[in-house]
């Protein structure tokens, strides 16, 4: 996987075609037919280095070191969150729908995947090794959640032919869903190893039946472009970009797990308990006495909408630099409001290259960098919002993003 990052920006520092999620250029010529297709991989976190996630998702083996150099980057709440999502898009403005001859429409399909995670320090500590460094004292995982979609879109687009802008109404089908949330978490064992002793509160929601389909919903999508004056009475552009902001109603209600009891053992370790052969294998039936109680919730899940405010960068401009900021938040828990601000230089007549840096998501402080390219129809453009993660594993998650067009 960071062979294929690395080829791509050798690709952007020789001068390809290319282009970026941040920011997302505004072009003036507006063609008459426009397709777009268009993919993002993303995960990060705050205190996992690639050096551990890279094992993870790739596989490797993972040695003390790896834990400790991630372990000891962790505080008191952690996030880990991962996003993908392909697209493809048809726009056309050649058109006067319902006789509006401001009106044109477009056709879009999506996939989205979505999934966070936010979590204390002794969560991690407990998954990767055990409770042996708690022994005597308590260790907390208490306000731990976690939540993961995976759906597909198909949408129907409505497009301001003066601003540019759009809002498309998508029906979902929602594949998969689950959602974990701890409200109060604490393990203790002895010193002797001997004692242990759990208190739990939380539930877990989930999609019930192996069908591809567990769940159908509608959400909306919105491209707003306000024009503003600058200085210099040359027209800026602000977006606010809305993506995935819609519910869906579950097939079958979904299944929760409940969860609130104090449970205690004499003469087994927390690892004895764990093992494949201890109390919490499928054949012990000691689980019941956590009291976990099944039931059936409502049918509704909302989707994790995003919102996106942004200052976007005229491609058609004449001026060398120009700047762009703007903050984006997800409806989601381990996603905090992310904050960005950059600069794109104009390199040729129509090629492109910038650098921005942010703050917030599933990560804290991040690089990003872009190229964006045009030759007549076509436009091709890659970047990364996280680009020390291309080239190192002592960043916090990888990103990249590519979308390739032809308007004519």
Sequence with gaps: MKFIYVVLFLFISLGVKAQFMLPILEDSLVPKHEFCLSGLADYSGSSILNSLSDKLFYGGEITDDIKTASFDKHGVINRFGLNMQGEIEYRNTAASLCKKHDLGFGIKAAYHSFGGVVYPKDLYGLAFYGNANYSGTIADFSGTAFSFYSFQKLGFTLIDKKSNSSLTLNLI??????????????????????????????????????????????CLDGDIRLPLKGNNEKINYLQILIKNVGFAHMNQALTVSSVDTNYSTIGLSFNQIINANGQLSPSFNSLD??????????????????IQVAKLVETSSSKRFQEFYG???FLAKAYI???????????????????????????????????????GAWSLGIGSENLLGVFTNKAYG??????????I
């Excluded at 991040?366 to 390219?373: A, D, K, Q, R």
């Excluded at 990888?398 to 308007?407: N, P, V």
Aim: net charge positive.
């Design 173 to 218: 089908n929602l594949s998969n869903y689950s959602s974990l949330q701890i409200n109060n978490g604490t393990i203790y064992q002895s010193l002797q190893t001997d004692t242990l002793t759990l208190a739990i509160n939380g539930s877990l929601k989930n999609t019930n039946g192996n069908s591809f389909s567990k769940g159908l919903g509608l």
């Design 289 to 306: 006495s956590l009291q976990i109680v099944d039931k059936s919730s409502a049918n509704w899940v909302l989707l994790p909408g995003m």
């Design 327 to 329: 903050f984006r938040i």
């Design 337 to 375: 409001p992310m904050v960005f601000v950059g600069l794109d230089a104009r390199l040729g007549r129509n090629f492109h290259l910038g650098m921005n840096g942010s703050y917030g998501g599933f990560s804290d402080f991040m690089l990003g960098m872009y190229s964006y390219y045009k030759k």
């Design 398 to 407: 990888e990103a990249i993003s590519i979308r390739l067009r032809c308007g």
